[in-house]
């Protein structure tokens, strides 16, 4: 077949076409979020899930009636799918089950650099790692085959470079072929009490010796030899960090690994007694090299100043050359902003003036922390301020605790925020606390994506459902609940949360206003197809 030009996330969705994936489900988050669009476009059966614990939940379940199912997520989506994963190495599935998780070195859109091969080794399920598109079609087909031989879900570990990059892309002649779902029941493997647990993981052990021998004779793990004499200079390498090291070091014998968990140790330490001098070249944690020098080879790790951010040609030079003097600074970038209209601009400027304390969240009014504001005080992960805002309004003095505003995006309330407001409910502070969700009715950051709270599918449809946040409110026993649009009425929004804060009791305002670049884009498709706007 004829190649074309891929981003990888698009190789994926591509991939997932052809592998006859059944369903594919997940949150969005740079730089994973286009594989299920794409997938949704090429007419694969895709939908976005509140939070990534659904998501997988969702796809667990499939694959245990022998769907063959995609979950995508980023690397600090892991940790929020984390329970079901850890469970779901037990029981296994008897489908296929492969989970594309993003990692972001840099931090180009993330709160850190977490490595999400520590959670393939954690967990205890095999993890695939793609260096271009083509791998990345590849890889996912090699994923699908993998789960289902095996039984067990698989991670695909992509990154910003790799994800969004272009390369071409052969696709293969025929669809994977797929087996019918159906369910066969089999308590033991699929409820884990501890009686059934405990046998679960002795048979997951003895499944991951299985594969770390397959792994020892697979294919895909590449020896590609340098224009040198093969013994001087070794490097073992995965991912993206191939692409590097083949322009920086054209001379180096290159051992890259396509499967990083579990290693073929064996064959790793054969290459690196082979040559001279074995560097372990990789992006994000020393993962590879610790495995190594822990396995006995003569392994060189890399200074730990490289560990941070993306690798370069330039940095991989570096590293091989074993320099320690300070990297040059990055050249500074035009810095992100609140769009001109973006009604979060108004609220920001109320809480700024009125002095709060904002406990805030992740989403684009994330840059309200950003001057000419500088109205946010903290920001852990997705979901958090609510529990913050209240943790502080729980302990400070009451002058204090009486300015605390929590500040949560609707996508990220849907995602992980609901929870905090129920601890309100139930644990309300001696001061009481004042939740601002901020509705623009879509999920904005990561490229305007709907959510159960804006009322339209994946493919921007009409939903069954939306999600009422003052009834939820109203459900709880919150009874001061207040919906505002922050542009109509700048002066009165701001006294509104005067008010809240003076109250002392349990207040939520939905300041609700469409996002701008959502309401042209809804027009823009409507406009396309003949339809009214939604």
Known sequence: MSSRLLTGNEAVALA???????????????????????????????????????????????AYACGRVLVTMKHVGVNVAADPLFTAAYTGVTGALVIAAADDPGMHSSQNEQDTRRYAEAAGVPMLEPADSQEAYDYMLAATELSERFGTPVLLRMTTRVCHSKTPVTPRGAPLPAPPPGYERDIPRRVMIPAYARPAHRKLREKLSRLADWSEESDLHRVIPGTGDGKALGVITSGVATMHVAEAAPE?????????????????????????????????????????????????????????????????????????????????????????????????????????????????????????????????????????????????????????????????????????LIDMAYNPP?????????????????????????????????????????????????????????????????????????????????????????????ARMAAECGAPES
């Open 16 to 62: 997932a076409r052809d592998a006859m994936i059944a369903l594919g489900t997940g949150y969005p988050g740079t730089p994973s979020t286009e594989i299920l669009e794409n997938f949704g476009a090429l007419g694969g059966r895709a939908q976005w899930a509140p939070n990534e614990k659904v998501a997988l939940e969702v796809a667990l379940g499939a």
């Open 252 to 420: 180096a014998s290159m051992f890259k690994l396509a499967m990083t968990y579990p290693l073929p140790l064996k064959r790793l330490a054969e290459f690196a007694r082979s040559v001279e001098r074995c560097v372990a070249v990789e992006e994000g944690d020393p993962y590879l090299a610790n495995a190594l020098r822990a396995a006995d080879a003569p392994v060189e790790a890399p200074i730990e100043e490289f560990r941070f951010g993306e690798l370069s040609v330039s940095r991989v030079q570096r590293l091989l050359a074993g320099e320690t003097a300070p990297e040059p600074p990055p050249e500074p970038g035009k810095p992100p902003r609140l769009c001109p209209n973006c009604p979060h601009r108004n609220v920001f400027g109320a809480l700024s003036r009125i002095g709060c304390i904002v406990s805030g969240d992740i989403g684009c009014y994330t840059l309200g922390v950003l001057p000419p504001f500088e109205a946010m005080d903290t920001c852990a992960c997705m979901g958090a301020s609510i529990g913050a805002g209240l943790g502080m309004r729980h302990v400070l003095p009451r002058q204090q605790a009486k300015r605390v505003v929590s500040v949560i995006g609707d996508s990220t309330f849907v995602h992980s925020g609901v929870t905090g």
């Open 430 to 522: 001696p001061t009481g606390h004042v939740v601002i969700i901020l509705d623009n009715e879509v999920t904005a950051m990561t490229g305007l994506q709907e959510h159960p709270g804006t009322g339209r599918r994946l493919d921007h449809g009409p939903a069954a459902n939306k999600i009422n946040y003052e009834a939820l409110a109203w459900a709880l026993g919150i009874q001061d609940v207040h919906t505002v649009d922050p542009l109509e009425n700048e002066a009165g929004f701001e006294q509104l949360v005067r008010d809240c804060l003076e109250n002392e009791g349990l207040s939520l305002i939905v300041a609700r206003r469409p996002c701008p670049l959502s309401v042209n884009r809804l």
